[in-house]
């Protein structure tokens, strides 16, 4: 029989339905239930495209002795880390400092008030060398709690009270000596033979790259850009980049990059598409703007839901059929080849080529004789010939299983989404990827937004077109403001600056304490708890995605020069102040925040393009200022006499002609007709 999770709205939720395991979302109802049964909550956190997650739940959940020992001795809570981001950082937090490191699937044990006392993160039901099996871990957790619940609750309330005593590290808004600083540190860090940033497992720097790509437009640093180039161009060629298909893995398990865990990850396509895409426009690379294409179409074929907004992610697994049928889950099945696949699709001329290029060896670079596709080297003169295999690869692959899709749509992830196709759209002359980020824009507005006091409130989460109960983090509306300020500055259409604006303020106005911005505006009794009543959790640090304070400093600062408010100024740098104390101890998860605080040194400069719809002369200034460089760079276009957004205001035509006005903090150099003025204003490279 189905279990409570058959009515989630989470595709990772859905996937244990089936378990014997009686599961509760987590919720009042079910911290009630411990109470009543005077019992711990079991919580088990992961999500729907981690591999260890599948196996913990084949070997666990789905046995039925295992969950007869859940259901009698704990209330069992699953949650899906993707659409509640605040118990996961809470009860992470939790599991890092009692154990030294996290990761998911994570498993916690918490009184029934909610405080931890006890966590892990996978743990076999087999013999394993090095770690207890899950059953053993329930049964001593439960006999601790039946015999010994003193020392347990005494636990507890240290862990709550260490967790209730973090807070933001108390710093300085990056000035450009501190900018300088980062770069050197970052130097320091390469990895000069693969790229990127320090060893194995790696992650894809995509905001580090954005910090330095602005720096390099800011300071003309050639190792700032150098650093940027390497790391980029190391990612485009390796294992991680989906060299068939388009798109890239969450992270690479190798110091080389050749190894990928093979889940692909809505936020981390999006930001990349947004590097590349950047990276070409500073610096001509015709590798980085393909990289940039293809991983924007990406998302539009395999990510894009029927209802035109982003689904959450590709699986790392493949369902592929035993010899009876029986699917079993193989990790990268869908992705990997061995030479001879390569010459049975291609035949005896492109087969062997592409198995060179491509590094496909008879040994294997992964499993089973199997590997990965990258390129060896940079085609060069034989690009034609590439994107021909390339086209034949993607066709053969097709036809293969294929991964399970999250088609949940996550608020923040869209925001970044919106941002990367508005942009593409404009910058590649791609209609179809604009036309993609209006479309996901107008659900977002449509769904995500729902009525409530003081006005609109906003969800997390939807799926099939209905909204979802969590409520939206920080970094949901900080990532949707900045999708629609990408939006309203490719398109010059009012209506997204408007609700970016609205957006703007809730984040300033429900998000803003005395200390700061927190990262939930409203938290959870349970949370609370587990915090020894601290209130809502600040996190500042950039991880996979930028942190939802260096995501809001960006957004304000942007909504300061485009409406002249200085209240949004001010929200932007004591935001900053705080991602400059992460900054200084560690740049590698400071790049957002390094990035906006890029903006701020420079301003950030402001264009306000006046002119009438549909002229040849507007549209021109229009292109010459979307090219511009200088970082964080505020584009508005609008018709003479428009008032909103005010960087518009009293701005108007010249000589009857569109004109371009370059600001800083709405006072402005003398107007230009003249594109390429216009372009050598904005940092466009000759």
């Keep these: 029989m189905p279990n409570r999770l058959a009515r989630s709205t989470s595709p990772y939720l859905l996937q244990h339905a089936d378990n014997p395991v009686d599961w509760f979302e987590w919720g009042p109802e079910a911290f009630a239930e411990a109470r009543r049964r005077d019992v711990p909550v079991l919580v088990s956190t992961g999500y729907a495209a981690c591999h260890w997650c599948h196996v913990m739940a084949h ?11 859940m259901n009698a001795a704990f209330v069992c809570v699953k949650v899906d880390r993707e659409e509640r981001p605040d118990v996961d950082a809470v009860h992470m937090a939790a599991t890092t400092a009692m154990t030294g490191q996290g990761g998911w699937p994570m498993t916690t044990f918490c009184t029934p008030e909610g405080a931890v006392f006890f966590a892990g993160t996978y743990f076999p039901n087999r013999p394993h060398p090095q770690l207890p099996s899950f059953r053993q871990v329930l049964a001593a957790v439960g006999e601790a709690w039946r015999e010994r619940r003193e020392e347990v609750l005494a636990s507890s309330s240290r862990i709550a009270a260490a967790l209730g005593a973090m807070a933001p590290p108390a710093g300085d808004v990056p000035d450009a000596a501190a900018l300088e600083a980062a770069v050197a540190v970052l130097a320091e860090q390469e990895d000069v033979v693969n790229g990127g940033f320090g060893g194995a497992p790696k992650f894809p720097p995509s905001m580090v790259c954005e910090f330095l790509l602005r720096h390099a437009a800011r300071t003309g640093s050639d190792r700032a850009a150098g650093l940027a180039e390497r790391t980029l161009t190391a990612m485009a060629r390796s294992g991680t980049a989906d060299q068939v298909g388009g798109g890239f893995a969450r992270y690479a398990v190798d110091a080389g990059w ?12 999006a930001l990349l598409a947004r590097v590349y895409l950047h990276s070409s426009r500073a610096t001509g690379n015709a590798e980085h703007r393909r990289v940039a294409e293809l991983t924007c179409e990406f998302l539009l074929r395999d990510l894009r839901t029927p209802q035109g907004a982003f689904a959450a992610s590709l699986d790392a697994d493949t369902p592929v059929p035993d010899a009876d049928g029986t699917p079993r889950a193989v990790e990268g099945a869908t992705y990997v080849w061995t030479p ?50 390339r086209e034949r690869l993607a066709a ?26 508005a942009e593409a759209g404009a910058l590649l002359a791609r209609p179809d990827l604009l036309l993609a980020a209006r479309e996901a824009a107008t659900f977002l507005l449509g769904v995500h937004r729902v009525p409530g006091e003081g006005g609109a409130r906003w969800r997390r989460v939807s799926r099939d077109g209905v909204v979802g109960a969590p409520a939206a983090v920080l970094e949901d509306l900080a990532d949707l403001a900045e999708g629609l300020l990408a939006l309203h500055a490719a398109t010059g259409e009012a ?32 949370l609370s708890v587990a915090r020894a009543g601290a209130g809502s959790p600040s996190d500042p640090s950039d991880g996979a995605t930028p942190s939802g304070t260096s995501a809001a400093a960006g957004v304000l600062l942007s909504l300061a020069a485009l409406t002249g408010d200085e209240g949004f100024r001010e929200a932007a740098e004591r935001a900053l102040s705080v991602c400059g104390a992460v900054a200084a101890s560690a740049p590698r998860f400071a790049g957002w925040g390094l990035a906006v605080a890029e903006a701020l040194a420079d301003g950030p400069r402001e264009v306000a393009v006046v002119g009438a719809a549909g002229d040849v ?3 021109e200034l229009h292109r010459a200022a979307l090219a511009g460089t200088a970082p964080g760079l505020v584009v508005t276009r609008g018709t003479p006499g428009t008032g909103e957004p005010a960087l518009l205001a009293h701005r108007g035509l010249v000589e009857g002609r569109a004109a371009a006005y370059v600001c800083r903090g709405q006072v402005c150099q003398a107007p230009t007709t003249d594109p390429a003025e216009l372009a050598r204003q904005v940092g466009v490279r000759a």
């Design 59 to 69: 070997e666990s959940f789905e046995d039925p002795q295992t969950a007869a020992e």
């Design 258 to 269: 050749v190894v990928p865990h093979f889940e692909k990850m809505l936020y981390d396509n």
């Design 340 to 389: 001879g696949d390569l010459v049975e699709v291609l035949g005896l001329d492109d087969g062997p080529w592409a198995v060179e290029l491509l590094g496909v060896t008879e040994a294997g670079t992964f499993e089973h004789g199997t590997s990965t596709a990258r390129l060896t080297r940079d085609p060069g003169p034989e690009r034609e010939r590439w994107e021909r295999v």
């Design 396 to 421: 053969a692959r097709a036809d293969r299983p294929q991964p399970a899709r999250d088609d949940k749509v996550v608020l923040a992830w869209n925001g970044l989404a919106v941002a990367a196709l």
């Design 495 to 526: 209506h997204w600056f408007t609700v970016a604006a609205e957006v703007g303020a809730e984040v300033r106005d429900r998000f803003t304490t005395a200390d700061g911005l927190v990262d939930v505006a409203d938290v959870d009794p349970a």
């Design 617 to 619: 002369g507007t549209a």
